[in-house]
């Protein structure tokens, strides 16, 4: 009787552990946290729920900023950087960091640049400085000319040159 007590307490505690256990769950702002889930070199985002990976990456760097080319199949996207130290870096229509997503017929510009209500983040969390690269999430809302908008969640980067 007495290890019957035992065996339900035991059973009664794991229980209890298991559902008030934190998760591990370290989403920032809807994107997903693990950069290293996508190969080296690459930019996989949802725009407005469409997922899209970049065929080709570019990073170019000058003493001040650092500007980083996605390319993908009908479209571009581009990144500018205010650092490339490891945080989080807000885009703002009057920060030094932004987001860009062109087509490349030109009929969709939209962007965070200069764009009342646009706003973004990108968070490098981890910076290589042997093989100059940097890796992280980033997520925004960029607005065209006319006002319209599109949403970027789950945007994430691994080992995107830095260097020129």
């Known amino acids: 009787m007495k290890s019957l007590t035992i065996i339900k ?17 370290d989403d920032a702002g809807g994107a997903a946290a693990d950069y290293n889930s996508i190969s080296a070199g690459t930019i996989n985002l949802d725009l407005d729920g ?5 065929i080709n990456v570019t990073g170019l760097s000058s003493v001040t900023i ?11 996207l581009f990144m500018v950087l205010e650092d490339t130290q490891v945080g989080e870096y807000v885009t703002t229509e009057t920060s030094g960091s932004s ?38 999430t980033f997520m925004g809302t960029l607005i065209d000319e006319d006002g319209n908008s599109k949403t970027i969640t789950n945007g994430l980067f691994n080992k995107i040159s830095y260097g020129n």
């Open 9 to 25: 307490t035991l059973f009664i505690a794991f229980a209890f552990t298991s559902f008030f256990a934190c998760s591990n769950d």
């Open 50 to 54: 469409n997922a899209w990976s970049s």
């Open 66 to 76: 650092s500007t980083i080319t996605a390319t993908g199949t009908t479209d571009l």
């Open 99 to 136: 987001l860009t997503y062109r087509t490349l017929t030109g009929s969709e510009n939209l962007t965070t640049d200069d764009r009342a209500g646009a706003t973004g983040r990108i968070n490098i969390a981890e910076r290589d400085e042997d093989n100059k690269t940097i890796s992280g």
